[in-house]
């Protein structure tokens, strides 16, 4: 799953930042993704347990398909969520 938000990613033709650039619900689907897409390359690098990588990638399906529905205030929760999980030790 990480590997295909990443490619969704780099097929609409967006550029990684900053990993949490977005404190606010995003304005459109591309923003929105790009937010996924850069938590999803944090919680890669971070070397999670599988359990935990269990979560973060089920967190990610729930924050693309709010992306897809244009439900940016959902997705900024759940981009919240994860931010939350990754960061704790």
Same mark, same amino acid.
């Given at each position: 799953? #990480?590997? @295909? &938000?990443a490619a969704a990613a !780099?097929? &609409?033709? #967006? =550029?990684? @930042?900053?990993?949490?650039?977005?404190?606010?619900?995003?304005?459109?689907?591309?923003?929105?993704?790009? %937010? $996924?897409?850069? &938590?999803?390359?944090v919680a890669e690098g971070?070397?999670?347990?599988? /359990?935990? #990588?269990?979560? !973060? /990638?089920? #967190?990610?399906?729930?924050?693309?398909?709010?992306?897809?529905?244009?439900?940016?205030?959902?997705? =900024? $929760? !759940? $981009? %919240?969520?994860?931010? @939350?999980? &990754?960061?704790?030790?």
């Amino acid at each position: 799953m #990480l590997r @295909s &938000i990443a490619a969704a990613a !780099v097929c &609409i033709g #967006l =550029a990684a @930042s900053s990993a949490f650039a977005q404190a606010n619900a995003p304005a459109n689907p591309e923003e929105c993704l790009k %937010t $996924a897409f850069d &938590i999803a390359q944090v919680a890669e690098g971070k070397k999670l347990p599988e /359990e935990q #990588l269990d979560k !973060v /990638e089920e #967190l990610l399906n729930r924050m693309e398909s709010h992306c897809d529905a244009k439900q940016f205030t959902e997705a =900024a $929760a !759940v $981009a %919240t969520d994860l931010k @939350s999980m &990754i960061e704790k030790p």
